[in-house]
């Protein structure tokens, strides 16, 4: 049960004379009685003067298809780094690492083909998943069966599966209070099941989409791509076609499936992370990161994945340079490349820091959409923990409670091996899968006052840990 949300109450923030003890700067640890005022100061900016909404529209403009290696991932690189210099950044700077390059091609096609059937068949939504080897040219066409499990495959085996198309049709688990857990049991059908189905003969696979939404939008995703990686065609269907598919074949057991995949493989690709920062004025040598995902799939725009993250991210330091609070700490907002198929831009971030000593006492990490902060998850120590959870009262008002969760992000992760202190933003998550990898994932889902609302909160986090340390 989530707890009720209250109104901000900004007393006195009419008053010309508001942020005078903003501008004094946090350095001189002013009592705690002032935290509250200042994180109502970061609200009221993000939600009057905010930038993230404007700069999440450009981005999705200019570069609504970019996956790493593509020329649109670069215009989002160009864009990013041109949006931190506009926002007074102390510092920007590009990091290189070389990321993968695949490309889907021309559309994929696929068809339900009824015993004796005459013409192709009855054509459904679906996508090549990420990594996907193609099809011969003219496609391929076999008989299909259904499977919901491992278990089921596997009492198959080579016997009833040998030639033939496997289709996972694993349901969102609605049981699931947390979205991001019944994701998470969903996902492996993705992620491991192409490679399961061809141990056992199989010509390709089809993977219900993994979401609990009904819809006619394929999601994409990665699969495994290490040396275990399947070299069988494999695609996502649409939920709505995956249910019209089961109940064909539950009427005929010898429905057959026409799939054409056009996708590609190409030689690694130059790329970068685009990072920005205001200078500590006390510990420069200290780093409090944000962070979100500059990459997206080449579906939709990104919004929510993860452009919402990024923007998040940028708009929580320009808004410490819009209030006058000198951070005590160096304060650095990072779009990492690749987190979709590679997580390249993160271990290259992480590589890099090593090998300068930098240390960061904290990372957090935005890629859960553009929806309104309910609070943070954590990977950290014991005691930072319980530091974190102390805060809050400050920011209860605000909607942000709940910090039961655990984890970090796929791109800060590489850092916790130097000891850092690792968080998510946790937004509201009833509405995510519903966009996630999708045609759909659009700008015009995005919510301002909810994505400024998400900024604000991180910013809040990054005010309370840079005054008090972990």
């Known amino acids: ?12 923030l009419a008053l010309t004379g508001l942020f005078f003890s903003f501008r004094t700067g946090v350095a001189d640890n002013p009592p705690a009685a002032n935290d509250s005022t200042v994180i109502a100061g970061i609200f009221r900016e993000a939600l009057v003067n905010g930038k993230a909404y404007m700069n999440l529209a450009g981005l999705c403009q200019k570069a609504p298809k970019r996956l790493s290696g593509s020329p649109g991932a670069q215009v989002a690189v160009e864009f990013m780094q041109r949006v931190m210099l506009e926002s007074g950044f102390d510092r920007v700077w590009l990091q290189p690492c070389l990321v993968p390059h695949w490309e889907r091609g021309e559309p994929e096609q696929g068809y339900i083909i009824r015993n004796n059937e005459a013409g192709q068949g009855y054509r459904v939504n679906l996508c090549a998943l990420g990594g996907s080897v193609a099809t011969p ?12 499990s491992y278990a089921e495959l596997d009492k198959l085996g080579k016997k009833g599966i040998t030639g033939k198309i496997v289709f996972y049709n694993h349901k969102f688990d609605e049981s699931q209070i947390s979205t991001f857990s019944a994701y998470g049991k969903a996902v492996q059908y993705r992620w491991q099941g192409p490679a399961a189905a061809e141990k056992y003969g199989a010509v390709g696979v089809l993977v219900r989409s993994v979401t609990s939404s009904i819809d006619t939008f394929p999601h994409t995703g990665v699969m495994r791509s290490d040396s275990l990686a399947a070299k069988i065609p494999a695609a996502a269907i649409s939920t709505y ?19 054409v995949m056009n996708c590609r493989w190409f030689p690694d690709v130059l790329s970068y992370n ?28 990104g919004a929510h994945d ?3 993250g990024c923007v998040h991210a940028i708009e929580a330091v320009r808004l410490f340079k819009a ?9 650095r907002a990072v779009c990492f490349m690749n987190e979709e198929n590679g997580g390249r831009g993160g271990q290259a971030y992480a590589d890099s820091a090593t090998v300068k000593n930098e240390k960061h006492i904290a990372a957090i990490e935005s890629d859960a959409g553009g929806f309104s902060p309910r609070g943070f998850s954590t990977e950290m120590e014991p005691g930072q923990k319980k530091k974190i959870r102390s805060w809050q009262p400050l920011l209860l008002p605000y909607g942000i409670y709940d910090f039961s969760g655990t984890g970090g992000g796929a791109d800060i992760g590489p850092l916790r091996k130097s000891g850092t202190a690792l968080m998510g933003l946790e937004p509201e998550g009833a509405r995510y899968f519903d966009y996630h990898h999708t045609e759909d994932d659009l700008f015009r889902h ?16 990054v005010y309370l ?4 340390g972990l």
């Open 446 to 461: 995005v919510n301002r006052r909810e994505l400024h609302m998400g900024a604000a909160g991180m910013a809040a986090m």
């Open 323 to 331: 209030l006058g609070i000198r951070p005590r700490y160096t304060i």
């Open 1 to 12: 049960m989530r707890l009720p949300i209250f109104p901000v109450t900004f007393i006195g």
């Open 137 to 148: 040219a003219d496609g391929i066409t076999a008989e299909i069966v259904e499977v919901e």
């Open 241 to 259: 076609d995956a249910e019209e598919l089961h109940r064909m074949i539950q009427k005929d057991k010898s429905v057959r499936f026409r799939l």
């Open 274 to 301: 685009v990072c920005g920062e205001i200078r500590g004025s006390v510990y420069p040598e200290q780093v409090i990161l944000v962070g979100g995902h500059l990459d997206a799939w080449d579906l939709g725009e």
């Open 465 to 468: 840990i840079d005054k008090y």
């Open 306 to 308: 993860d452009g919402a």
